[in-house]
Each structure stands twice: as structure tokens, then as C-alpha cells.
């Protein structure tokens, strides 16, 4: 058991979206995902016994207030879609049993760093199997965009992001391996075909963070480097203009139009007193959102279905009220103080830091975290920038 752990654990990570191979046990929906994640806790409860799982479990105190916030939102509020809250326990399920096998797993922070290659790397090649299934006609995007297999855009996006940012970081450990610089590039070409301005510029101002203040090679330090910076970021919002801003200044239906109908619509929600506090519940803001949003805007929506809010902080608030809210405003007060007062550069912790700090950037427009492998990305990369306390001494 103790060699099919790794295995299993590392055919999770590098086929994180095998949740896309979907069966039935007869009325239970499930999928290959969710085989491969009970085989690998199978395992990992075989070795370390259940309780020491347990114990390890309840040592993650983030994991733990996820799980909680999730728990108390089932248990104290009506239920106005049942299918919808189901869906949303199973990604808690399932997301922590992975988060659990993974942090229990690898005990140093020299095997999380090799996990999240694993990761890394197979999102790099879910990326290039996209390219493949949409040039073979399959998804396509209306405008062309690339896409995942039954995914929009910026789920893709969001899920190439951590790969992007660990190459980058592999990158200035080892500046003279010119064969790390490929992968590095070709995901960032793979998220510049998704065509994300949330992605891409959440992406370039970590980095660019990153950049200017925690690599140690003396090339980031340079006039010429910031100037590139600078200007990469100018392009990016001009471009950013022409694409986005201007067509919701011309007309009445762009991107950034329908988020102002979805925000309205969460803000009157709110409004409530008991919704005010303790949210809409786990998995509810679909139903809500069509039941009101006509009444809301005085006139037909962009778009009835709308399965999230498009920001981090009402996603927390909607799904596990005020604790929730607050919980997400500490997330981001952590990581910026953390990359702030951190003596080093580089290590899991640092790394994913940034990650977690990205997801709270583009958190501001997108947040389609209630999903099979970007709940998981959620949890992990979270749990590891607080320092998962049950890792071994190098």
C-alpha cells in the first residue's frame, strides 16, 4: 500500500480533470475523478490508520473552516434547490478527501514541491489536449476562444494559472535551464488563447509582484526589466479597453454589463436581513438569482441561468453568510501580509500564496471555484499557504 499511494495520489494530480469520463451507479451520478480519489484515501487510511488521518484532518485549520462554513450552510438553511446543493456537497466532499490524501501523503515540503510539478505538468497537457479537442470541432467557442472539454474559457484559464506560476517559479530557481522556459511558455500561450483578461491580468500582476520584489536574480531589479513590465501592463490595459470596456460603453450587452446585472441582483439579496447573515445557502444563488432578478432590474436580464456571483467575496457570502464574507477578507489580508513580510523567496508556502493571492484577484470578476478540480485548487493551495501543519522536517 505504501508504494500504490504515490501512485494513485499522482494519477489523481496529473488527471485531475478524468471527472470528465462520467457514469452512473445507477441513480448516483459520479465519474473517474471521484473512483481514483476514494482508491488513493483507501489507501492513505491503509497506511497511517484512521486515526492518524483524523488527527491530521482536524490539524488543518483551514481545510477545517471550509468544511465547517460548508457544513453550517447545509444544516441551518432551507434548501431551494436540492440538485444544486447536492452537487456543491460532493465538490466539498470530494475536494477535501483529495486535499487530505495530498497534504498527508507528501510530509515535506521537497514532495509537495514534486506534487505540485505532477499538477503543473498535467495541466499543461489538459491544456494542449483543448487545443486538439477544439481543433477537431468539438466546443468551440462562438469567438474562438480556446476552451476545456464541456468548459468555457475562463475555466481553463483559471485552471492553467498555478501551472503558469509554477514554471515561472522553477524558472528563477533555475535560470540557466533553458529547457524550463517551454513549458513556462507554451501555457502561457495557452492562456493567452483563452483570451481571460481576468486570468491574464491577475496573472501578470502576480507575477509581476513577484517579479519586482522576491526573485533574487539581479536581471528583475534593472530599469529595463520594470520598463518591460510597465509596458506589458500598458498593452494589457489598453487592449483591455478596446475589448472590454469600450463595447459595455457602446452597448447594452457585454461581459462586464451582465456582471452589473448579477451584482445588483446579489446586493438586493443581501438585503434581507437572514440572508444578510447567514447567506443563501450552499449551492442556492442559482435559484434566487432567476427567481428575482427580473423584479430586481425592472426589465429581462442579460441571463436568467447564472450559476455563480462573479466575485469572491459575494461567493463567500452567498454560500456561507457574514462568517463567510469575513472569512474571505482574512484569506486576503493573509496573503498580503505574508508576501509582504516574508524573508524568503521561494518555497511551497510563498508559491502558493501567490496562487491563492491570484484566485482573490481575478476573484473579483470570475469565480467558478464549485467545480470538480477548482474547488480542489482552493483548498490546497490555501491550506499550503498557511502551512499545513503536519509537515515534516526536511
Known amino acids: 500500500m505504501k508504494k500504490i499511494l504515490p501512485f494513485l495520489l499522482g494519477l489523481n494530480l496529473f488527471f485531475l480533470q478524468s471527472y470528465l469520463l462520467r457514469f452512473s451507479f445507477g441513480f448516483y451520478p459520479s465519474n473517474l475523478q471521484e473512483i481514483l480519489i476514494l482508491a488513493a484515501f483507501f489507501c492513505l487510511v491503509v497506511v497511517k490508520g484512521p486515526r492518524a ?95 476545456g472539454p464541456l468548459d468555457s474559457a475562463v475555466y481553463l484559464a483559471i485552471y492553467l494559472i498555478p501551472a503558469l506560476l509554477f514554471f515561472a517559479f522553477e524558472l528563477v530557481e533555475k535560470p540557466k535551464r533553458l529547457r524550463l522556459w517551454i513549458p513556462f511558455l507554451i501555457t502561457g500561450l495557452l492562456i493567452l488563447a483563452t483570451r481571460s483578461f481576468g486570468a491574464m491580468g491577475g496573472a501578470l500582476g502576480v507575477l509581476g509582484l513577484y517579479g519586482l520584489r522576491a526573485a533574487p536574480l539581479p536581471f528583475f531589479k534593472t530599469f529595463w526589466f520594470k520598463g518591460l513590465v510597465g509596458v506589458l501592463g500598458l498593452i494589457f490595459l ?18 462586464l454589463d451582465e456582471r452589473g446585472q448579477i451584482w445588483q441582483t446579489t446586493a438586493f439579496l443581501l438585503e434581507q436581513p437572514r440572508h444578510f447573515f447567514l447567506g443563501l445557502g450552499l449551492g442556492q444563488f442559482q435559484m434566487h438569482y432567476e427567481q428575482n432578478v427580473a423584479e430586481v432590474l425592472g426589465s429581462e436580464p442579460l441571463d436568467y441561468v447564472v450559476l455563480q456571483p462573479h466575485n469572491v467575496f459575494l461567493l463567500f457570502w452567498v454560500n456561507h453568510g457574514l462568517l463567510g464574507l469575513l472569512f474571505s477578507v482574512f484569506l486576503l489580508g493573509h496573503c498580503l501580509w505574508t508576501l509582504f513580510t516574508a524573508k524568503k523567496s521561494r518555497g511551497v508556502r510563498l508559491f502558493a500564496t501567490y496562487v491563492l493571492l491570484y484566485f482573490l484577484i481575478h476573484g473579483l470578476i470570475d469565480t467558478p471555484w464549485f467545480k470538480n478540480d477548482l474547488f480542489f485548487y482552493l483548498l490546497l493551495f490555501s491550506n499550503l499557504s498557511f502551512g499545513a501543519s503536519n509537515v515534516e522536517a526536511n
Not at 465547517?68 to 452537487?87: F, I
Not at 498535467?122 to 481543433?135: E, H, P
Open 53 to 147: 488521518v483524523l488527527k491530521g484532518f482536524f490539524g488543518e485549520r483551514v481545510l477545517l473552516i471550509f468544511v465547517g462554513l460548508s457544513l453550517l450552510s447545509l444544516l441551518w438553511l432551507p434548501l431551494l434547490d436540492a440538485v444544486n446543493a447536492l452537487r456543491f456537497a460532493k465538490f466539498v466532499f470530494f475536494g477535501t478527501l483529495l486535499a487530505v490524501t495530498f497534504l498527508q501523503t507528501y510530509s515535506t515540503d521537497e514532495q509537495r514541491w514534486k506534487g505540485l510539478k505532477i499538477l503543473s505538468y498535467g495541466a499543461l497537457c489538459f491544456g494542449l489536449f483543448s487545443v486538439l479537442y477544439n481543433a477537431l470541432g468539438f466546443n468551440v467557442m462562438l469567438d474562438g476562444r480556446l476552451a
Open 238 to 255: 489598453i487592449f483591455a479597453f478596446y475589448v472590454k470596456i469600450l463595447p459595455t460603453l457602446q452597448t447594452d450587452y457585454s461581459s
